[in-house]
């Protein structure tokens, strides 16, 4: 995916620090504000998957850091749940402003809470999603209950969260206690999806069937069976990304992807922060990766499997098409691809460690009424398709730096 820095100014006059998620070679169709958990920021690796996942949808995904948080300036002691929900509004009317107006928001934990209050004053936002949320805001308070009196006899505490030190005053733990989620989730009237974790011991399943009682359809609830709290395990956010994408497409009036690439180019971009390759052909996205022994994240087949598979299907696809016009009965085809690199038999330079020659076989598997004859002419156009002449030709790659 691609991204923009963005900062965006707050009610209180504090620039907040925020990135913007863009599908890549594409136009987004929608855009989506992502509200962070409590005390967390914009780069928790489980909110890069959950927003990689949904850029790959087509969805324009902003993350920014609350006030007092990661990149934002302000004091966080001097925040409470409610500016929190202004920061929302906020960076809602920066994307309005300079791009377009939210359709969606999403909130894990506290934020989850935080987005439920924001739409209800934001007339664009026609979707909300919340993660791991509590019933109420004031549960949040669990998280220093053995400060809570040392907070109301002076006014405030340093707290520890995540192995962090906070302030918190007290004007934060009265605005989370006169606030309910259940009033404003039952005003909402939008749809409203609810991912939670059975396991979840930091905001119990309670909180979740608090939620959804509380709403009217069209409403949706999803278990992240064997997820924690903060989806520390990658397989559990790339999930909730894609999920949330799905079940938002079937509320999108305009979901129609826009390519920004020519017709019959492909392109390709790999970031600075992994691996992970975006290739774009025509309307069709892929993702190209490495595995984790290599350093990547594994989200995708790597080049040689891409390739291996460009001459099994080229395979196939000949066979298909040779035999449609002869007439034969070929049913079903099936070809599996094996690469390595090795010494050739007949080598003149066999010394040389680096003399080595790629290798790729073939193993076909024909279904259908075809007599020996048959397979034996679709053995040999197995090997006529244009991917394997291609392989077998001298082939010319020009490179040049474009501006």
């Given at each position: 995916?691609g991204?923009?820095?963005?900062?965006?100014?707050?009610?209180?006059?504090?620039?907040?620090?925020?990135?913007?998620?863009?599908?890549?070679?594409?136009?987004?169709?929608?855009?989506?504000?992502?509200?962070?958990?409590?005390?967390?920021?914009?780069?928790?690796?489980?909110?890069?998957?959950?927003?990689?996942?949904?850029?790959?949808?087509?969805?324009?995904?902003?993350?920014?850091?609350?006030?007092?948080?990661?990149?934002s300036s302000?004091?966080?002691?001097?925040?409470?749940?409610?500016?929190?929900v202004?920061d929302?509004?906020?960076?809602?009317?920066?994307?309005?402003?300079?791009?377009?107006?939210?359709?969606?928001?999403?909130?894990?934990?506290?934020?989850?809470?935080?987005?439920?209050?924001?739409?209800?004053?934001?007339?664009?936002?026609?979707?909300?999603?919340?993660?791991?949320?509590?019933?109420?805001?004031?549960?949040?308070?669990?998280?220093?209950?053995?400060s809570?009196?040392?907070?109301e006899?002076?006014?405030?505490?340093?707290?520890?969260?995540?192995?962090?030190?906070?302030?918190?005053?007290?004007?934060?733990?009265?605005?989370?206690?006169?606030?309910?989620?259940?009033?404003?989730?039952?005003s909402?009237?939008?749809?409203?999806?609810?991912?939670?974790?059975?396991?979840?011991?930091?905001?119990?399943?309670?909180?979740?069937?608090?939620?959804?009682?509380?709403?009217?359809?069209?409403?949706?609830?999803i278990?992240?069976?064997?997820?924690?709290h903060?989806?520390?395990?990658?397989?559990?956010?790339?999930?909730?990304?894609?999920?949330?994408?799905?079940?938002?497409?079937?509320?999108?009036?305009?979901?129609?992807?826009?390519?920004?690439?020519?017709?019959?180019?492909?392109?390709?971009?790999?970031?600075?922060?992994?691996?992970?390759?975006?290739?774009?052909?025509?309307?069709?996205?892929?993702?190209?990766?490495?595995?984790?022994?290599?350093?990547?994240?594994?989200?995708?087949?790597t080049?040689?499997?891409?390739?291996?598979?460009?001459?099994?299907?080229?395979?196939?696809?000949?066979?298909?098409?040779?035999?449609?016009?002869?007439?034969?009965?070929?049913?079903?085809?099936?070809?599996?691809?094996?690469?390595?690199?090795?010494?050739?038999?007949?080598?003149?330079?066999?010394?040389?460690?680096?003399?080595?020659?790629?290798?790729?076989?073939?193993?076909?598997?024909?279904?259908?009424?075809?007599?020996?004859?048959?397979?034996?002419?679709?053995?040999?156009?197995?090997?006529?398709?244009?991917?394997?002449?291609?392989?077998?030709?001298?082939?010319?790659?020009?490179?040049?730096?474009?501006?």
């Open positions: 995916m991204f923009e820095k963005i900062t965006f100014i707050n009610a209180d006059g504090l620039q907040l620090s925020g990135r913007l998620d863009i599908p890549e070679f594409e136009l987004p169709h929608s855009y989506v504000i992502f509200a962070h958990c409590f005390t967390c920021n914009k780069n928790l690796s489980a909110v890069r998957n959950i927003s990689r996942a949904l850029t790959l949808k087509g969805f324009a995904v902003l993350r920014f850091d609350f006030t007092g948080l990661g990149e302000g004091d966080f002691g001097n925040t409470t749940f409610s500016s929190n202004e929302l509004i906020h960076a809602a009317k920066f994307l309005e402003t300079h791009y377009q107006a939210p359709c969606m928001l999403i909130g894990h934990s506290l934020g989850g809470a935080a987005v439920a209050f924001a739409a209800a004053q934001l007339d664009s936002v026609w979707a909300v999603v919340t993660i791991g949320a509590p019933g109420d805001p004031e549960h949040v308070s669990h998280l220093f209950t053995d809570l009196g040392s907070i006899e002076k006014g405030y505490a340093e707290v520890f969260i995540g192995g962090r030190p906070f302030t918190i005053k007290d004007t934060f733990v009265k605005d989370l206690q006169n606030r309910r989620m259940s009033e404003v989730v039952k909402l009237r939008r749809p409203l999806l609810v991912l939670h974790s059975p396991q979840d011991t930091t905001v119990g399943i309670a909180n979740a069937a608090s939620i959804y009682k509380a709403a009217h359809h069209p409403k949706s609830f278990s992240l069976d064997g997820a924690d903060l989806l520390t395990q990658k397989k559990d956010s790339i999930y909730v990304g894609e999920v949330i994408a799905t079940w938002a497409s079937r509320y999108l009036t305009n979901h129609q992807k826009a390519p920004l690439i020519p017709e019959g180019q492909v392109s390709v971009r790999t970031g600075h922060e992994s691996l992970t390759t975006d290739v774009q052909a025509g309307k069709h996205h892929l993702t190209v990766d490495e595995p984790a022994s290599a350093g990547g994240n594994d989200f995708g087949p080049p040689y499997d891409l390739l291996a598979g460009a001459l099994g299907a080229c395979t196939t696809l000949t066979l298909q098409l040779y035999a449609k016009r002869k007439g034969w009965d070929l049913q079903e085809a099936t070809v599996h691809v094996n690469h390595k690199k090795d010494h050739a038999k007949d080598c003149d330079t066999c010394e040389n460690s680096k003399a080595r020659i790629d290798f790729f076989d073939k193993k076909l598997i024909l279904k259908g009424h075809l007599d020996d004859s048959q397979k034996k002419r679709l053995l040999q156009i197995a090997d006529k398709c244009p991917v394997h002449r291609t392989l077998h030709s001298e082939v010319k790659i020009t490179t040049e730096l474009k501006e």
